[in-house]
């Protein structure tokens, strides 16, 4: 993929960007040497049909507000955002033009670690969620499924220093997932920036 060009993925029903290279790959590094070490990870575990199980990754909250944020019957509460996040953030920002409340950060630490397949359609994250997701490290596949029509597939491979943006009616549409792989592949830490609402408050 050529740096500095955005890509708009040939996806129906949706609205997904891609930016390769908003980092350098010394910037890139840099952040993800300063985020393996600061970030507050956590293992939460997840009961699926009445079993539990650790989650296939590890994952943090940050956020500006106290809002919690619940999927798969997982609630996390957010920890304030540190410098170099929140570097990270303004960088986004200003790439996508849009604001954002909240990161949500998963790290894959090898092959085996995963997300499987699911829509970002919390109401919390209000009705036609902007998500801005930003990869460091190690290059990992990311699948997208239509959720009517099963024919329709696409998998794209998320670069060291890029950044995913998914927004308008995706998350109504779509399912996506980063599956495992056998390959042998390098940590990856993914950085999702959402606007996660206080419980009560809509936005307008
Ligand atoms: O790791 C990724 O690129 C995707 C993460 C994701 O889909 C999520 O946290 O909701
Ligand atoms: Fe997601």
Redesign the pocket.
Known sequence: MYKNSTYRLPLKDAEVLYYPGIFSGKESLDYYRSLMEKTLWQQDEITLFGKTYPQPRLTALYADNLAPYSYSGITMHPHPFFPELAEIRKKVESVCGESFTSCLLNLYRNGKDS?GW?A?DERELGINPV?ASVSLGGERYFHFKHKKEKELRHKLLLENGSLLLMKGSTQHHWL?QIPKTMRKTEPRINL?FRNILVPGNTKI
């Open positions: 997300n699911h970002d998500i996506h999702t």
